[in-house]
C-alpha cells in the first residue's frame, strides 16, 4: 500500500527520530541523556576545539591585554582524559606573543609555564603578570 504522507512535515520528523533510534551510536551527541542499557557505559561527548584567553596583564608596561590559545579537539580529549600537558604559542597582544603550557587540572585550566617569566612567582608565571589560569573563551 502507497505511503502517501512522503515529503511531509510529520514523515520528515518520523524519519529523523528512526534515524536517532536505529543509529544512536552515530547520533549520540543530540540526545539531552545519556544512552544507558545493561552494562552500557554512557557515551563521551563529543570534543571540540577550544580557545582557551589567558587572565589579564596587570604589569605596566605592557598594559592591560590577553592572549589567547587554541587546542584541537584531540588536545582536549587528551588533556581531560590523560591529563596531557601541551606547548602551544599564544596570539600576539601588545607587541609580543607567548609560548606557554597549558595543562588540565582540579577542573581548570592551568598555565603552568611561560617562556616569559622571570620570577618564581606561584600567582603569575609571566614577566607581564599574566594569572595562572586560562578560561574557555566564549566569545571565540
Not at 590523560?82 to 606573543?97: D, I, P, S, V
Not at 617562556?115 to 600567582?123: V, Y
Request: aromatic share 8%.
Amino acid at each position: 500500500m502507497p505511503v502517501h504522507g512522503e515529503g511531509s512535515a510529520v514523515w520528515k520528523e518520523l524519519e529523523a527520530t528512526k534515524d536517532l533510534l536505529m543509529e544512536s551510536q552515530t547520533y549520540f551527541s543530540m540526545y539531552r541523556e545519556p544512552l544507558l542499557g545493561p552494562g552500557v557505559l554512557p557515551s563521551e561527548p563529543p570534543h571540540r576545539d577550544s580557545t582557551l584567553k589567558m587572565e589579564d596583564a596587570i604589569k605596566t608596561p605592557p598594559g592591560a591585554h590577553t592572549h589567547e590559545v587554541t587546542l584541537t579537539a584531540d588536545e582536549v580529549k587528551n588533556a581531560l582524559r590523560y591529563r596531557k600537558c601541551f606547548r602551544k604559542y599564544t596570539t600576539e597582544r601588545a607587541g609580543h606573543l607567548h609560548k606557554i603550557t597549558v595543562c588540565w587540572k582540579n577542573l581548570k585550566w592551568l598555565l603552568r609555564y611561560c617562556d616569559r617569566s622571570d620570577n618564581d612567582d606561584t600567582k603569575t608565571r609571566c614577566w607581564d603578570k599574566h594569572g595562572m589560569y586560562v578560561k574557555v573563551n566564549v566569545n571565540a
